[in-house]
């Protein structure tokens, strides 16, 4: 998994060092260039290069701060007997976060992929003969499906616990999933942890591919009009976005040293583009033709693994599971909580 993460980072590195012209004559001239509209505007009293630089570290550090403790907050839920994973109000926040994933998915992701794959400093054919935002996320949420699969596969395979033991794996005695006697006990406890184990792995993938995407594009900017709602979104987007990410870390019930790697490889993922955006800002071109499609493409595929994420195996296997189908009441004000949490993150969209 940690292999995906640094080629996606490698990916985006590259696009950002694409340059803006297509060609250039033997005296030295561009061939091609940007249209006037598609090359980055300098001027105007929005453009202010040192505010929003201070606008930028402020973000780096407020984001950072943000997404800790939403990270952080499901996992320490341990020590708070009102958050604890067996009770209603876990389920309850659980299901808030994950119309948050939800929202991200649908209302920030891919309309963001498909401004990329549409915009007019792309060439009109291919870009503007076929749908192709859509087709990637929709190959993403089946290769996403594939991922699932095989890792469900591979962890029964190679990581379940020794039958012949007549006590629970130690793990299993610690997730809280583990209530029933014999064998049939200890298999199906194996099978929710393996099952919590992938999702949280794969969560994390299509969380931090797009949090790098619109940090960058945040460092990469000196429009301070843009970047000053943006800090607040964010820190919104990545404190529910971590609660739901948390979640799912907590019920894998990952040993301590793991849970701190993904605590912290979330949290430094959009202050880690954000930096990157400043570092580049000078050669970076936002609506360059590579930057454009390599950006639009990681959207998509970021896009069409949240949905599936949200839909599969956060929403349909919490709301399909025996807790929420045997308590109705549970269930309609847990459809509450995940309206409430997709309905904000969408209003967010307004800023971010």
Known sequence: ???????????????????????????????????????????????????SLNLKLIAIAAILVASMMGVSLPILSRSVPALHPDTNMFVLVKAFASGVILATGYMHVLPDSFNCLTSKC?????????????????????????VDSYAM???????????????????LKMSGHCHAHGSSGIDNAASQLRRYRVVAQV???????????????????????????LVAALCFHQFFEGMGLGGCILQANYENKMKAMMVLFFSVTTPFGIA??????????????????VVGVLNAVSAGLLNYMALVDLLASDFMG????????????????VVLGAGGMSVMAIWA
């Open 203 to 229: 969560l994390e993938l299509g969380i931090v591919v797009h949090s790098v995407v619109i940090g960058l594009s945040m460092g990469a900017s000196d429009n301070v009009c843009t970047i000053r709602p």
């Open 276 to 293: 990157l955006g400043i570092g580049l800002s000078n050669v970076y071109q936002e609506n360059s033709p590579t930057a454009l499609v």
């Open 153 to 171: 596969s591979w962890y029964k395979k190679f990581k379940t616990p020794n039958q012949g033991n007549k006590n629970p794996d130690p793990e």
């Open 322 to 337: 025996e807790r929420l189908q045997d308590d109705m009441k549970l269930q309609t004000i847990s459809y509450v909580a």
């Open 1 to 51: 998994m940690a292999k995906l993460h640094f080629f996606f980072f490698t990916l985006l590195l590259i696009s950002t060092m694409a340059p803006p012209s297509t060609g250039a004559d033997p005296a030295g001239q561009p061939l091609t260039t940007l249209p006037e509209q598609c090359q980055r505007s300098t001027h105007g009293p929005c453009h202010n290069k040192s505010g």
């Open 122 to 146: 792309l060439p009109e054919n291919p870009w503007s003969k076929f749908p192709f935002t859509t087709f990637i996320a929709m190959f993403s949420a089946v290769a996403t499906l594939m």
